[in-house]
Structures are given as C-alpha cells and as structure tokens.
C-alpha cells in the first residue's frame, strides 16, 4: 500500500533546515491532535488526497486564502482539456505576458515550476565556481540546501536588531570567494522590506563581486516597485518572482527570472528544457490571473485589514510584532504564557515554528478575517 506525504506549500517542515525544531513545535501540535506525528500528514490509500477537505486552518505557508482569482479558475477549466498537447504557445504567451507586466522582453524572463525552481537554478549557475554564498539569518533558507549540496559554503549575516536585513552587514561579508548574494525583499519570515534606494546602492556594490539574487516573492504586498528596471544594466542582478502568493497560484507552481538577455541564456543552460517545466493550465491560469487586477487589488485590501487587526490583537495580548509589508506577521512570544503551540492545534490551526530561540519569534500567515479571529480566539 503506498502513502501519499502531504506538506503545505514551500514553507514546510520536511525539508532538512530547522526540522528539529520544527519537529519539536509540530509534535506538540500533533499531540493536541491526538494524532501520530506522521499519520497527520499520511494517506493510507492511492487514490488522490483530498487534501482541500482537510479540517485545517492553514497559516503557515503563506499562501493566499482567497485565490485563485475567478479568471484563473475558468482559464484552467478550459486547458484542462488541451493537457494532451505540449504548451509552449502557452508557455510563450506567459513569457510575453509577464515581459509586457515589466516593461521588458521575452529574452529577460526564465519561466520555473515556482520561484522554488528559479532560487535552485540561480544556485547552480552560483556553484559552477566553488566558494560561498551569503543569506540573511533568519531569511528564506529552503533552497540552500541545493546551494550547500553542489558545494558552496553558506554565510550567514544576522538581521539588525529590528529584524531587517543588514545590508551593510552583507556588504561586509563578501570576500572573493563569494558567488552569490541572496536578498529576501520583503525578508521571510520577518516581513520587513529594505528600501530601494538601499538596495539599488547594495547592487551596485555586490553586484561586482558576485550574483545578487533579489526574492521579490511578497512584494506585490507593498506599494514598493520591483527592482526589474535594473537588469539591463546589472548583469549580475537576478530577481525571483512567483505567482503563488498574491496570485493564490501556490499548487499551479509558477515562477519565473527576471534578468539580463546574456544572464538568462546563463540559467537556461542549467535546464534541458528551459520554461519546460509549466503545464498548460498552469500557464493558463497565470496569464489569466495578470489579466485580473481586480482579484489583487481585493486580496492586497483584505489582507491589510486582517493583517491589522491580527497585529492589534497580537499586540493587545502582550505579544511583540513587527511591522509587515507582506501576508505574514512575526512575532515574539518571549512574554507569551501559555503553550502557543498547543492552543493552535485545539483549534486545528497550522501555524509554523520558532525562528530564533532566543527571542521565542515565530511567524503566522495571514488568512481571511475569519479565520484570524478564530487566531486570535485560540490565543486568547
Ligand atoms: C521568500 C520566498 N521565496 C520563495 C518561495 C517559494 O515559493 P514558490 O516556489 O511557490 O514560488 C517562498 C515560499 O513560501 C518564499 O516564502
């Protein structure tokens, strides 16, 4: 009998970073479940999961709670049905598409299953030379371990005491042996988001030492502009983009670069089939969903309300936050009494772990105002 393992997005616990404590956190949230740690997550049975009728509340990927938007939806109900073709008209469309979005062409777009696939081959071009890269702690670390797996040595910079990223501080870190430069903007789990000036000064500098990747993956949740503009005249500028979270594209698996001709000819080497790796609904529904702007002007409006009612109840109970530019709220439980973890699952609530032991920080996604009440109930 096979077992079919359901993880919850990019976010999740099974990869090899931090799963001690994450396995720590989750088990005590599995305890309150009154379930096995891995039977939570396991299917005895090969049909396909219902996954979408599991009881959860799910604030721990930051994932959109209100997509797909209704576009998207009917395009992929439509492509459905030319699965049995290869999509590269398709995948051409979204290319154009999301180069018209950015005032560029199609040579400076590399399409990936995710922004997920765009970090890992941004990472490979990096590790064509041995030597080190360098993230911000606490950052997006999943996909260093592809990094750390051809052999480039992770540098870690922490954050500034008010949790941004230290730019300074990453300038600083670079040595000659430095192949590449990952800038979270906004930084998850933290939220917070470094100005573009700041950053436009920190590519000018980084990017002669070595790529500077720069994951623009909530930034549709700031009114700040994406660094796009810049890569004609930064070669070693590479900006990660993903329909998954103002989108609600998550399980569509949509990314894609943004960079310089010459330097998505170089990420293109690193896949036998560059952009191969979208299906035909997928595409779909991403060319839909930048046809929609209604759909993300409602999510960026409902998730601020929600995002500000949670920080206030938050705050209203002791707990410590930081001011978010995303989907997605850190905050410190360092005065927090009762068992976090535990009140979640009673409430059958998916929230993730402790980033920084020392500070207790812990992060929770954004839902709907529904569902961040119930939150902020079972916190209570
Ligand atoms: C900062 C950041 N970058 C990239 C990703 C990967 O997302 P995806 O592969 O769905 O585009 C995530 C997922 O949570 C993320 O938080």
Redesign the pocket.
């Known amino acids: 009998m096979s077992i079919i393992i359901v993880t919850y997005?990019?976010?999740t616990a099974f990869m090899t970073s931090n799963r001690r404590t994450w396995l720590k956190n989750t088990g005590l949230a599995i305890a309150g479940l009154g379930l096995a740690p891995l039977e939570s997550f396991a299917f005895t049975d090969t049909r396909v999961a219902d996954v979408a009728a599991q009881p959860f509340i799910r604030l721990r990927?930051?994932e959109n709670p209100y997509g797909p938007s209704p576009m998207a939806r009917e395009a992929m109900s439509k492509y459905i049905n030319e699965s049995n073709r290869y999509g590269w008209q398709l995948t051409s469309a979204l290319i154009a598409a999301v180069a018209q979005a950015h005032g560029l062409a199609a040579e400076n777009i590399l399409l990936g299953a995710?922004?997920?696939?765009i970090?890992d081959i941004t990472a490979q071009l990096a590790a064509r030379q041995t030597g080190n890269f360098i993230i911000a702690d606490p950052s997006?670390d999943y996909?260093t371990d592809t990094a750390t797996g051809l052999g480039l040595q992770k540098i870690k910079v922490p954050l500034r005491a008010d949790k941004h990223t230290d730019l300074d501080a990453m300038l600083k870190a670079i040595n000659q042996h430095t192949r590449l430069v990952y800038i979270?903007n906004p930084n998850?789990p933290t939220g917070t988001i470094s100005n573009r000036e700041s950053l436009v000064a920190f590519l000018k500098k980084a990017g002669t030492q070595a790529l500077v990747l720069v994951?623009e993956?909530?930034l549709d949740f700031s009114d700040q502009q994406s660094l796009s503009s810049l890569v004609s005249g930064h070669k070693n500028l590479v900006i990660?983009k993903?329909?998954?979270k103002i989108y609600g594209l998550?399980g569509a698996?949509v990314?894609y670069a943004i960079a310089h001709p010459d330097t998505i000819n170089d990420l293109s080497k690193m896949r036998s089939t560059p952009h191969g790796s979208i299906s035909v609904v997928s595409a779909a529904a991403a060319i839909a969903s930048l046809q929609d702007g209604g759909f993300v002007t409602s999510t960026r409006l409902q998730n601020e309300q929600a995002k500000t009612y949670t920080a206030q109840q938050l705050e209203g109970l002791g707990i410590r936050c930081i001011a978010s530019a995303t989907n997605f709220i850190y905050f410190s439980l360092s005065g927090y009494k009762p068992d976090f973890f535990a009140r979640l699952a009673q409430a059958n609530i998916l929230g993730t772990r402790i980033y920084e032991e020392d500070g207790k920080w812990s992060r929770i996604t954004i839902g709907t105002m529904d569902e961040m009440k119930q939150f902020v109930e079972a916190i209570r």
Request: aromatic share 16%.
């Open positions: 997005g990019a976010d990927s930051n995710g922004s997920t696939e970090l997006y996909w979270c998850n994951d993956a909530y990660a993903t329909f998954s998550a698996r990314g």
